[in-house]
């Protein structure tokens, strides 16, 4: 297996930089699993691919406005990228600047929407691996913002920390647009981009129909925007992300295989959710049992699913591992297939883009 075995051309021009005018607007692709079969529809469409008696599993985090813009306190420019909000003032962070900060030293963040408000600053504690260790007061102090936690602040200071391959800066319709309508769970850094499709109509009509709903969490950090750098995807390290699935979650997938329904993961979020809380029971027996804490499940062909019978994804990133992960669960030669198809059928990419039904 090598990195160029997930590869695929892509024209820049395909890459959505805004968000359908409707959440259900978006085309679907839809694939059989087991012949590679594609049909085009448009998302709206879903219902009719469901049956009484799935279960539809959505990743209910919420995007923290995560990433800050100011300077050191030497005058430098410098971007930060929250990675992760540790208690209610620390966060570990990337910190991109001309010269690295060093422990002691200070960045400074005004408001976006008021440059004479006190400033949010953040001291730099120290270096764990590629992250910093931030700590976070207002006005240098601390004593103005008594009370608040780090994630309040960032609701005001921070900027909605849209994919690299956006080229734009957030605009204030992101901070709903780049929300699912079920988050609720404040801790990711990225949207499960798969179910920002999904209106609160066409949800209502899906539970009408006898399809049922469960919610898991991963907190998406910003490691799933690091390329695979090794021509081996074996040798590449998985960042680690947090979970949870709850014994509700659990009970709800036991019945649901009980009467022969399926279970349909809403993005590959809720996918590495399954799978790593069904590595969870004792083995040499899988079993699916209540998880919280960390996942680097890395899922790639030869990876047999536990969970999972059937996907709602967004189109991902060439040489990916979102790409190895749907090449697992459908096929690498029907997925390749299917993006070419989509390509010449000029569908939309990436987390704004348009979705595929795996099945």
């Known amino acids: 297996m090598h990195l160029s075995d997930f590869s695929y051309e892509l024209p820049d021009e395909l890459i959505a930089h805004y968000p359908p005018a409707e959440r259900t607007g978006s085309r679907l692709l839809c694939m059989r699993r ?62 991109r600047a001309s010269k690295s900060p060093r422990p002691g030293g200070r960045l400074i963040f005004a408001r976006p929407d008021d440059g004479r408000a006190p400033p949010l600053v953040a001291e730099v504690l120290g270096r764990e691996d590629e ?36 080229k734009r800066g957030d605009e204030l319709a992101d901070r709903e647009r780049y929300q699912t309508v079920y988050s609720r769970n404040h801790g990711a850094v990225a949207a499960p981009t798969a ?14 129909l006898g399809v049922e709903q469960a919610f898991v969490t991963l907190h998406v950090g910003s490691g799933t925007f690091q390329p695979v750098r090794v021509d081996d ?21 036991s ?77 690498r030669e029907h997925i390749l297939v299917a993006y070419r198809e989509a390509v010449a059928q000029r569908y939309r990419f990436f987390s704004y883009g348009d979705a595929m039904l795996l099945y």
């Open 34 to 95: 087991d012949s590679g079969a594609l049909e085009h529809r448009h998302f709206s469409d879903l219902i009719e691919y469901l049956r009484a008696g799935d279960l539809l599993v959505f990743n209910d985090t919420r995007v923290i406005p995560a990433r800050l813009l100011g300077v050191k306190d030497s005058g430098g420019r410098i971007e930060v990228m929250i990675e992760r909000v540790l208690g209610e003032r620390e966060a570990l962070a990337q910190v």
């Open 131 to 166: 992250f910093y260790r931030l700590r976070f007061v207002v006005g240098g102090k601390g004593e103005s913002a008594e009370g608040v936690t780090l994630t309040q602040l960032l609701e005001v200071y921070g900027h909605i920390p849209l994919p690299p391959y956006i």
């Open 195 to 208: 179910g920002l499709h999904f209106d609160q109509a066409l949800l209502d009509a899906i539970r009408e």
């Open 233 to 253: 995807p074996l040798q590449h390290k998985m960042h680690s992300e947090r979970i949870e699935v709850s014994a509700e979650v659990c009970e709800k997938i």
């Open 255 to 331: 019945a649901c295989k009980a009467r022969g329904g399926r279970v349909i993961a809403v993005g590959t979020t809720s996918v590495r959710c399954l799978e790593s809380a069904s590595r969870a029971g004792p083995l040499p027996q899988v079993a699916l049992k209540p998880f919280a804490g960390e996942t680097d499940i890395f899922i790639y062909p030869g990876y047999e699913f536990q969970v999972v019978d059937a996907m709602i994804t967004n189109f991902h990133l060439s040489e990916s591992t979102l790409m190895m992960l749907v090449s697992a669960f459908a096929g």
